[in-house]
């Protein structure tokens, strides 16, 4: 039974984080917490933005070997801080007020998101499809265009960077937190209200369609969703392309449902589990630094190509 | 095998025309251009300007051109085979296949020779590009741009690994070189696989007429008394042979297989052994033009080619997705 | 003649040919019915080569599908599948061309091109023999599709439910130019035929095939029986003569 299964991911989340914050520490308890706690908040809005965005993402697309990190997010963010870098130099970099790039970061993306999604004729699949490939060029083009100014920056500069091209978790402002919280929290209430709408949503345009609802305008509000989602979470850590990729297989595997009032909860605490649990194993029991994020790549990578050979269509 | 020669149709000799007009331009350009502070003909003159130009502008201009012609005819090539129009070796994972074997074998061995490097990394295509077309074969017919998003983020996920192994070693800097196609670097000595590059786009030929039968499906190239399998893997075996040379070259310049057989095939068709001749000239001109382009938008700073067609390639490429929505293959 | 021996085939562990054995005479139309699942597009395709063989033997004129070479057996057979889109940017002319392939290899002489035009001429394709197939509509493609096939001027034609994709107009046209070929031009053709009706005012002889197994190989009037037809399809079918065809009334 669902219910039952999601009382056993919770409690593994919950493990999860008790290790995280317990573990290995050493000191000052009352720092440890903070310092910790800090870090356990921001992995806790990655997981749930993650999670949930993909989750929405494969329901509308009607496939579950994408995710919408494909879409070239992550190379327009990392376009960004290349140009702020080249524009403003290390020290200028290194002085911008957080609240203000993370503000513009959400904004720019969004907005880009938007314009992507005005492309979308309201034709289907074949539309979509369309969308994403138009995202994924994009994607190349952002690429092409960083590598471009990464030679004109400063070697030393270029260190500012580097380190911006992988999710990083070890360095993040409270006062972000607190916006993202607000951004990431607001989206899931209103995922989760959505819910019996994305049932039907997952059933394909046309039978959606026959059964009343507007498909565009929900694929529309759908989308805008899974923007802010993924836009917070890149401004907030970095670019984590294939996360949501690995967690939502596992979710699929592990809840043999189609209800999406389950499957986002589930996600979730996947996503934490994988997140926070991983992140503990590396930090705590491995002594690795910040390669968690690339290992998650990797696998996510690998599962997406044994989907693919596994033809699973949703 | 004799070659026979037909009537070529007028539309076809206007293209071949206006692209070799356009292609001796370039190549003066090409000559011509460069941070030396020197005219041609004085540069050709003194004995360090005449230097200059035969280990510098002549191979340059000369690579541009080779890589261009065999990228493009890489793509025609894959594109037959994989059935759908937005493959080549850049959404196809070929590029970053070659760039991870080159990868494992300049951290493995770090003194081979140039030839053991390009064979680790020929065979790492080769191995790459074949489990993607297995992979393609899984995929809906009905869906064909499912086809260039699953190979961009297979050669994603190729390329994480590639960093990830890169980052831990410290190699970064040399991945970059690879993924990132230019030319400044081109000195005599130092390009002359591109010749073999060449040589192996060229051979293609031979196989014109398969290659087109085996775009028409594995059925109908059976039908016809084709050996798929064997057409399959020749061609496989000069992509994987092209997109090598030129990563351990000149590093991969994306969009070229793609947008130079497209624009040809939206004019002359997909019949191999007309389009052939036309995509290499095509190839080589518009890569040169980029080079060009990019030695001149910022004189004297240069702007690598490959980012400069990566540019107009994405507006050739969105061109292709919102014109012809229904002809995706 | 083509012999079909002892053919057994299975799909992973599910049989879909049991022990099929059969001879198609030389000359004529053979249409190859049954239902859903009966095993005729297996049976296709193993005729074709486009299936390797599990057990049995296949050979058209003497020539084995497995031992002989594909190029050889392109000259004895011509196939076309149930799949017509090409995707490819070929002219008409050039299209046809190509079904010369297995006889030049890559260089066409003025007998092939002869061929081509013929082909063009017979399947009225003349006026559009220079536009790019990618640009025809499904019936004319479908003309230039059994072109090409008829300018590979082989003994053998084979055919998997060709009519599937074509109107009342084309498909009736199609099965005329198959009854032509095999009259004047002394082709032996074996069409997979979903549609009873068409078999039996087009067809010399019918093969049925029910469960894998052959539950008929006779000429058309004799497979054209309410008990036979009955028996094959698993319903009760009134079977009337009109105008000199037999019509089976499987629709009321």
Known sequence: MPDRKLLVLGLCAFLAVLAFMTLGARGNWSFVLTFRGTKLAALLLVAAAVSLSTILFQTLSGNRILTPSIMGFDALYLLVQTGLVFALGEFGYATLLPEAKFAFEVVLLTVAALALFGSLLGNGLQDLFRMLLVGVIFGVLFRSLTSLLQRLIDPNEFAVVQGAMFASFNSIDTELLLASAVLVLACCGLAWRKRHILDVMALGRDQAISLGLDHRRELFHGLALVTLLVATSTALVGPVAFFGLLVSALTYEFLKTHRHGNLMIASMLIAVIVLVGGQTLFERVLGFGGSLSIVIEFLGGLVFLFLIFRKARA | MRLTVRRLPSSELLWFAAVTGLLAGLVLASLAIGAADAGLADLLQSKDGLELFLISRVPRTCAALLAGASLAVAGVIMQMLARNRFVEPATAGTGECAALGLLVVTMAMPSSTIFLKMAVSCCAAFGGTAVFLALVQKLPPTQPLLVPLTGIIYGGVIAAITTFIAYENDLLQYLGVWMNGEFSGILQGRYELLWASGLVALAAYLYADRFTIAGLGRDAAVGLGLDYRHVLIVGLGIVALITSFTVITVGMLPFVGLVVPNIVSHFHGDNARRTLPLVALTGGTLVLASDVAGRLLRYPYEIPAGTVFGVVGTGVFLWLLFARPAHAR | ?252
């Not at chain 3, 052959?214 to 054209?224: F, K």
């Open chain 3, 1 to 252: 003649m083509i012999e079909i021996e002892n053919v057994s085939f299975r799909h992973g562990r599910t049989p879909v040919l049991r022990d099929v054995s059969l001879k198609i005479a030389k000359g004529g139309i053979t249409a190859l019915i049954g239902p859903n699942g009966a095993g005729k597009s297996t049976l296709f395709a193993l005729m074709a080569r486009l299936l390797p063989l599990q057990s049995g033997r296949i050979r058209f004129d003497g020539l084995d599908v497995t031992q002989s070479l594909s190029m050889d057996l392109a000259r004895k057979l011509a196939i076309l599948r149930q799949d017509t889109s090409v995707a490819s940017r070929i002219a008409v002319r050039e299209m046809i061309g190509f079904g010369r392939f297995p006889h030049h290899l890559g260089r066409p002489s003025a007998v092939d091109r002869e061929k081509v035009d013929a082909a063009l001429a017979m399947f009225d394709l003349e006026d559009i023999s220079a536009r790019f197939i990618d640009e025809l509509s499904g019936g004319q493609r479908q003309r230039v599709l059994v072109a090409m096939a008829y300018a590979q001027d082989t003994d053998y034609l084979l055919l998997d439910e060709p009519l599937n994709n074509l109107d009342m107009h084309y498909a009736r046209n199609l099965m005329r130019q198959l009854r032509t070929l095999a009259d004047t031009h002394g082709k032996t053709i074996v069409v997979v035929l979903h549609e009873i009706n068409y078999a039996s005012a087009y067809a010399d002889f019918i093969v049925a095939l029910k469960n894998g197994e052959v539950a008929a190989n006779a000429p058309t009037a004799d497979v054209m029986q309410e008990s036979t037809l009955g028996g094959i399809y698993g319903m009760d079918v009134r079977i009337r003569e009109m105008e000199g065809k037999l019509v089976a009334l499987h629709h009321v």
